[in-house]
């Protein structure tokens, strides 16, 4: 074994602990996996417990944090004690030269030094190591958010690609149809074969759009597929709302104080203050204690010897002062560089509310006015079509007209989808946790 016998036994209580967690975890893991597989509809809320259990970086974070807690402990221990041993004023000439016992001068010693450190450094070190390990919990906070936003935004790219397949297909559909209806009128000598060949080609330019957005829709599985494996081929469910975010925008400064990045950032702080704080215990010097028994020949009385060690800060100006005023100046900068960050995330935030409240309204347009009166307008021209006063090559370029705002209507939407996202998942959703886990292996 790597370790001595206690140690290893408390690892190993450690890790009876946690190891149900795991299994619990990977037990969700595969049961919502095995059911997606089967074909139940994928909701984006399914797919970002999914992303959540089976993520790598937040157990990731998980073992960073118990290292830190255990270095906290560690921290706050005095040092090992040193064991010395020797033999001080061995002759190596002369008649008594390398006897140990002949000169009375001669020692043979054993003894124990053990350094003093005052229990406020301990301390802060220790503290040091548990700031550590908060800041590693805020991160993993914010990567659960980053998790949950690119769920959402790979979910929402398959869900708008398939959506956008659909209106390709359907529109091939009917130039099929169209051609059909070409070559008939052909036949019976109310046509001609322009008309047959620009149906043909209409239809060859919605296939080579199928396969572009079929190209799409492989892609965002593949990226999908990143965060929940193979439950990304299951059909997908309805669309979430998306006309409603989870932030006030009149509250911005407040809301965004408490922002994941700005929380690692004010752990950060902390661990800058803490590390202050030791420098200005570092001011004091620690002392060494130090026993020693001295044997000597057995003509001669044995001895003990002890004493104390204590360092000389003789140029605290330039070294203690200097190593204060550091951290000092860095608590400063990081408190600096939060305050920017927390300006900028709010500068940020506002431009993608209006970014977001300017799609709403974009979206709207589309679907309220652009997109009827493109059907209106094909409907239009197929009925005077059939009518006889108008020509294919109206009916065509009316639904070339109607697909191609359709298919604007559906960017606009997932545009719109994709700003959401970005805003709803600034902050982690709270019913989407992941359960802490800690597993050790043994070292053999």
Same mark, same amino acid.
Do not use: C
């Given at each position: 074994?790597?370790?001595?016998?206690?140690?290893? =036994?408390?690892?190993?209580?450690? =890790?009876?602990?946690?190891?149900?967690?795991?299994?619990?975890?990977?037990?969700?893991?595969?049961?919502?996996?095995?059911?997606?597989?089967?074909?139940?509809?994928?909701?984006? #809320?399914?797919?970002?417990?999914?992303? %959540?259990?089976?993520?790598?970086?937040?157990?990731?974070?998980?073992?960073?944090?118990?290292?830190?807690?255990?270095?906290?402990?560690? /921290?706050?221990?005095?040092?090992?004690?040193?064991?010395?041993?020797?033999?001080?004023?061995?002759?190596?000439?002369?008649?008594?030269?390398?006897?140990?016992?002949?000169?009375?001068?001669?020692?043979?010693?054993?003894?124990?030094? +053990?350094?003093?450190?005052?229990?406020?450094?301990?301390?802060?070190?220790?503290?040091?190591?548990?700031?550590?390990?908060?800041?590693?919990?805020?991160?993993?906070?914010?990567?659960?958010?980053?998790?949950?936003?690119?769920?959402?935004?790979? &979910?929402?790219?398959?869900?708008?690609?398939?959506?956008?397949?659909?209106? %390709?297909?359907?529109?091939?559909? +009917?130039?099929?149809?169209?051609?059909?209806?070409?070559?008939?009128?052909?036949?019976?000598?109310? !046509?001609?074969?322009?008309?047959?060949?620009? *149906?043909?080609?209409?239809?060859? #330019?919605?296939?080579?759009?199928?396969?572009?957005?079929?190209?799409?829709?492989?892609?965002?599985?593949?990226?999908? =597929?990143?965060?929940?494996?193979?439950?990304?081929?299951?059909?997908?469910?309805?669309?979430?709302?998306?006309?409603?975010?989870?932030?006030?925008?009149? *509250?911005?400064?407040?809301?965004? /104080?408490?922002?994941?990045?700005?929380?690692?950032?004010?752990?950060?702080?902390?661990?800058?203050?803490?590390?202050?704080?030791?420098?200005?215990?570092?001011?004091?010097?620690?002392?060494?204690?130090?026993?020693?028994?001295?044997?000597?020949?057995?003509?001669?009385?044995?001895?003990?010897?002890?004493?104390?060690?204590?360092?000389?800060?003789?140029?605290?100006?330039?070294?203690?002062?200097?190593?204060?005023?550091?951290?000092?100046?860095?608590?400063? +900068?990081?408190?600096?560089?939060?305050?920017?960050?927390?300006?900028?995330?709010?500068?940020?935030?506002?431009?993608?509310?209006?970014? &977001?409240?300017?799609?709403?309204?974009?979206?709207?347009?589309?679907?309220?006015?652009?997109?009827?009166?493109?059907?209106?307008?094909?409907? =239009?021209?197929? *009925?005077?079509?059939? !009518?006889?006063?108008?020509?294919?090559?109206?009916?065509?370029?009316?639904?070339?007209?109607?697909?191609?705002?359709?298919?604007?209507?559906?960017?606009?939407?997932?545009?719109?989808?994709?700003? &959401?996202?970005?805003?709803?998942?600034?902050?982690?959703?709270?019913?989407?946790?992941?359960? /802490?886990?800690?597993?050790?292996?043994?070292?053999?």
């Amino acid at each position: 074994m790597l370790f001595p016998t206690p140690a290893h =036994a408390s690892m190993r209580r450690v =890790a009876r602990r946690f190891v149900p967690g795991m299994a619990l975890v990977s037990i969700l893991v595969s049961t919502s996996t095995t059911a997606f597989a089967a074909g139940a509809p994928l909701t984006l #809320t399914q797919a970002q417990h999914l992303a %959540v259990e089976r993520s790598r970086q937040l157990q990731a974070k998980d073992y960073a944090v118990t290292a830190s807690q255990e270095m906290s402990v560690a /921290a706050a221990q005095l040092p090992d004690p040193t064991l010395k041993a020797g033999v001080d004023n061995l002759p190596v000439n002369g008649s008594d030269r390398f006897r140990l016992g002949a000169d009375f001068m001669t020692m043979r010693y054993v003894g124990v030094m +053990q350094e003093i450190t005052r229990s406020d450094k301990r301390k802060f070190r220790a503290e040091r190591y548990q700031r550590e390990a908060d800041k590693t919990t805020a991160e993993k906070t914010e990567v659960v958010a980053n998790i949950q936003r690119d769920t959402a935004l790979a &979910w929402l790219e398959r869900f708008y690609a398939e959506a956008m397949a659909a209106v %390709v297909d359907e529109n091939a559909t +009917q130039s099929e149809f169209e051609i059909q209806a070409a070559e008939g009128a052909y036949r019976a000598g109310r !046509g001609n074969q322009a008309e047959i060949f620009a *149906a043909k080609s209409a239809l060859s #330019t919605y296939r080579d759009r199928a396969s572009q957005v079929n190209r799409r829709i492989r892609n965002a599985k593949v990226t999908l =597929a990143r965060w929940i494996g193979t439950a990304a081929d299951s059909p997908l469910a309805g669309k979430p709302a998306t006309d409603t975010v989870r932030l006030d925008a009149g *509250a911005l400064d407040t809301q965004l /104080a408490h922002h994941p990045r700005i929380a690692v950032l004010n752990q950060l702080e902390a661990m800058a203050v803490a590390d202050a704080k030791l420098a200005h215990a570092n001011k004091q010097p620690d002392w060494s204690v130090e026993v020693m028994y001295q044997q000597r020949g057995s003509a001669y009385d044995n001895m003990i010897s002890f004493g104390v060690s204590v360092p000389l800060q003789w140029d605290q100006k330039n070294r203690q002062d200097r190593e204060l005023a550091a951290k000092l100046a860095m608590v400063e +900068q990081v408190r600096a560089e939060r305050d920017d960050m927390l300006r900028a995330h709010v500068a940020e935030t506002r431009a993608m509310l209006n970014e &977001w409240e300017n799609g709403k309204e974009r979206l709207a347009r589309y679907t309220e006015e652009l997109v009827p009166l493109a059907k209106e307008r094909t409907l =239009a021209a197929l *009925a005077a079509y059939r !009518g006889g006063k108008a020509g294919l090559d109206d009916v065509l370029m009316a639904r070339r007209n109607e697909i191609d705002v359709r298919l604007e209507a559906l960017e606009r939407e997932a545009e719109t989808a994709r700003q &959401w996202a970005e805003l709803n998942f600034l902050f982690p959703d709270s019913g989407l946790s992941h359960p /802490a886990t800690t597993q050790y292996k043994e070292f053999k």
